[in-house]
């Protein structure tokens, strides 16, 4: 889809990938650490050990992505002294990177984090298919709508992206809120 908008917007996409990789590693970081800590619990049947560090894991996942985030966003200008771009490409690519940035922050750590701790407990089929769901019902039919249909280029394509994380991050939370997945058994 983005190769369908116009040299300065595929350029401050290009940009912003390697950006957004760094701004992301927070989330992806404490994925595995989710894993292991619940999945621990799991497997010894303790879920009222298993719910606390779900709370205090997400907790701290929400703290260090928010610093994280706001420290890459800090650095964005001078990472753009080591592209050759115009200032138009320079101020999407600042743009979008502040838009992934705050959603990377406040709601990543709910649609993948979470997600992966649900996995965890064996809660499988759930999260496969809202992550499916969310990922082509919301972030690829919304990158259409956004991008192509309203003319948003890039940044409609950035907002269904973050529109996949704000619908999955509910899905995830009211799934564990709802504590179905201390119905499963792990070994």
Same mark, same amino acid.
């Given at each position: 889809?983005?190769?369908?908008?116009?040299?300065?917007?595929?350029?401050?996409?290009?940009?912003?990938?390697?950006?957004?990789?760094?701004?992301?590693?927070?989330?992806?970081?404490?994925?595995?650490?989710?894993?292991?800590?619940?999945?621990?619990?799991? %497997?010894? %049947? !303790?879920?009222?050990? +298993?719910? @606390?560090?779900?709370?205090?894991?997400?907790?701290?996942?929400? #703290?260090?992505?928010?610093?994280?985030?706001?420290? /890459? *966003?800090? #650095?964005?200008?001078?990472?753009?002294?080591?592209?050759?771009?115009?200032?138009?490409?320079?101020?999407?690519?600042?743009?979008?990177?502040?838009?992934?940035?705050? *959603?990377?922050?406040?709601? *990543?750590?709910?649609? !993948?984090?979470?997600?992966?701790?649900?996995?965890?407990?064996?809660? /499988?089929?759930?999260?496969?298919?809202?992550?499916?769901?969310?990922?082509?019902? /919301?972030?690829?039919?919304?990158?259409?709508?956004? %991008?192509?249909?309203? !003319?948003? %280029? #890039?940044?409609?394509?950035?907002? +269904?992206?973050? @529109? !996949?994380?704000?619908?999955?991050?509910?899905?995830?939370?009211?799934?564990?809120?709802?504590?179905?997945?201390?119905?499963?058994?792990?070994?």
């Amino acid at each position: 889809v983005v190769a369908l908008f116009g040299t300065y917007q595929i350029a401050a996409n290009g940009v912003v990938q390697s950006i957004w990789t760094m701004a992301s590693l927070v989330c992806v970081t404490m994925g595995p650490v989710f894993i292991t800590v619940i999945g621990q619990c799991m %497997g010894a %049947g !303790d879920t009222v050990q +298993a719910e @606390l560090n779900f709370k205090k894991l997400t907790k701290v996942t929400l #703290v260090f992505a928010i610093l994280w985030n706001g420290l /890459v *966003f800090a #650095v964005t200008p001078v990472l753009m002294n080591f592209y050759a771009l115009e200032e138009e490409t320079k101020r999407l690519t600042i743009l979008l990177v502040l838009v992934h940035n705050i *959603f990377n922050a406040v709601a *990543f750590p709910f649609a !993948d984090p979470l997600g992966k701790g649900l996995r965890a407990t064996g809660d /499988v089929k759930f999260t496969t298919v809202i992550s499916l769901f969310t990922t082509i019902g /919301v972030r690829f039919m919304f990158s259409i709508l956004f %991008g192509i249909v309203l !003319d948003m %280029g #890039v940044m409609g394509i950035s907002y +269904a992206m973050c @529109l !996949d994380w704000i619908i999955r991050g509910i899905i995830f939370w009211w799934r564990f809120k709802q504590g179905k997945w201390k119905q499963f058994k792990v070994i």
